[in-house]
Structures are given as C-alpha cells and as structure tokens.
C-alpha cells in the first residue's frame, strides 16, 4: 500500500495550508490514517489522526486550528491548517494503519512533504 502526500508549501503568519494523502494498492480497511510531523532536531510527533469511524485526536499544540477528515472512500486523508503559526514548519508525514487482504494489521508511511510558516 502506497500513501501520497502532497499540498505541502510557506505561507505566512496567519494563513491557510491543506494536506492530503491517498492510499493506493490492495487492503481490507484502513483502520486509522494520520498525520505526523518532525521539526528540525526534534522527534516526530502526531498532530492529528483519524479512524475509520469518525473519531478524531489532535495535538494540544493544534487544537482549534487543524481539522482532520476523510473522503467518503476513506482512502484519502486531509488536514486543513488554520492560523499558521511559525512553531508548525516541519516536515509533515501521513501514516495510515491498515489492514491487508491477510488480516494482517501494518502501517504504512507516506513520503514528508515540508511546511514552512514564514513570519
């Protein structure tokens, strides 16, 4: 299973930037799709995630600013990023857990794609 993450970019202070991911090859279900980010000299970290029934969770950092969803296939995850802070540039990796044709669960990473927030 393949993910691919575009939509990455530098904006400024205050604006608007959305991400999104698809997942391509054979599966059963994806269980979870995500987005993760790293920092430079820092650790990847979640930011937001999603399941496959809706439920959602997000980094206390982007609370109220990011928003999670899926399309209706669910193989596609977005994060819409509001209010843009400088503390947001990072590279932004989408994970997504999944279940295969074998009933075996695995994660799948797609590639970085950078945001850079410029003040």
């Known amino acids: 299973v393949q993910l691919q993450a575009s939509g990455g970019g530098l904006v400024q202070v205050g604006g608007s930037l959305r991400l999104s991911c698809a997942a391509s090859?054979?599966?059963?279900?994806?269980?979870?799709m995500a987005w993760y980010r790293q920092a430079p000299g820092k650790q990847r970290e979640l930011v937001a995630a999603i399941t496959n029934v809706g439920s959602t969770n997000y980094a206390d950092s982007v609370k109220g600013r990011f928003t999670i969803s899926t399309d209706n296939g669910k193989n596609t995850v977005s994060l819409q990023m509001n209010s843009l802070k400088p503390e947001d540039t990072a590279v932004y990796y989408c994970?997504?857990?999944?279940?295969?044709?074998?009933?075996?669960?695995?994660?799948?990473w797609g590639q970085g794609t950078l945001v850079t927030v410029s003040s």
């Open positions: 090859g054979r599966y059963t279900i994806i269980k979870t």
């Open positions: 994970n997504a857990q999944i279940i295969n044709t074998d009933g075996i669960l695995f994660g799948s």
